[in-house]
């Protein structure tokens, strides 16, 4: 798993590539929060490269969706390939954050 | 086509994707289809997560998980034995609430939610002192429901 972030603003775009389960979610954990403590309060997670995520990505997710909404913004998803579209439905997380298809129209959605 | 493997896999947490990584390859070069190879390794990667996590106290000494892999007559069964405690995660899991907001969402249950939507069938049994949980995946299943 590898997670690069852009910073623009209260805004970022972390795009996590590869592999994200319960052997790796703690890296995943600690790059997202550390995204989140330089001030970041819409996180963008572009899931382009992302080829596997196991409910321990989704715990990650839902601490980052908890702490950025506590900020005042949100977690966004973009570029979602379909079987992880699929376990975010089946798991309701498609309820919990916003799923876009560019990381452009990710980004727009915190500037109002 | 007709494989089998058997694995026995160490209390440890990087485990769980070895098995998952050997599946999907066993499982690629079978030419299963591309969305049967994700759940089911999704599927094998949660119930051995709960397995090396939970099962087992301090003591491991006497620890054994063996995982039985094997593809013929157009399905999937893998077997995953532990002799840890009794543990029917079918039925002991909780049932996550989907309505709930993140702020109240917890996160138990969630792996199992994802295992019993995407294994066609799953069932437990306890005997002398092992775990069984059996998996099953037609191959066929999307031309049937189709049908």
């Known amino acids: 798993m590898n997670v690069e972030t852009s910073y623009s603003g209260t805004t970022a775009v972390a795009t996590v590539s590869g592999r994200v389960d319960s052997a790796n979610a703690k890296d995943f954990d600690q790059a997202l929060r550390a995204i989140i403590d330089k001030g970041v309060s819409g996180l963008v997670v572009d899931c382009s490269g992302l080829r596997y995520m196991s409910s321990a990505g989704l715990r990650v997710l839902l601490i980052a969706i908890r702490k950025t909404n506590a900020a005042g913004g949100g977690l966004a998803l973009c570029q979602v390939p379909d079987h992880i579209r699929e376990v975010l439905e089946v798991s309701g997380f498609v309820r919990l954050t916003k799923v876009f298809d560019t990381a452009a129209d990710a980004q727009a959605s915190f500037a109002g | ?147």
């Open chain 2, 1 to 147: 086509m007709e494989v089998r493997n058997e694995l026995h896999l160490a209390l440890d947490g990087d485990e769980p994707r070895r098995v998952a990584e050997m599946f999907e390859e066993m499982a690629v070069e079978q030419d299963v289809p591309v969305d049967i190879v994700f759940k089911f390794q999704l599927a094998l990667d949660e119930l051995l997560t709960n397995v090396v996590s939970y099962a087992f106290d301090q003591d491991t000494s006497d620890a054994a998980i063996k995982v039985t892999l094997e593809m013929k007559d157009e399905r999937i069964v893998a077997v995953i034995e532990d002799n840890g405690r009794p543990f029917n995660p079918l039925l002991d899991a909780p049932d996550p609430d989907l309505d709930l907001s993140a702020e109240d969402r917890t996160i138990g249950g969630l792996g199992i939610h994802l295992t019993k939507a995407f294994v066609d069938t799953l069932s437990y049994e306890r005997t002398e002192g092992w775990n069984r949980l059996s998996l099953v995946q037609p191959l066929t299943a999307h031309s049937e429901e189709n049908a």
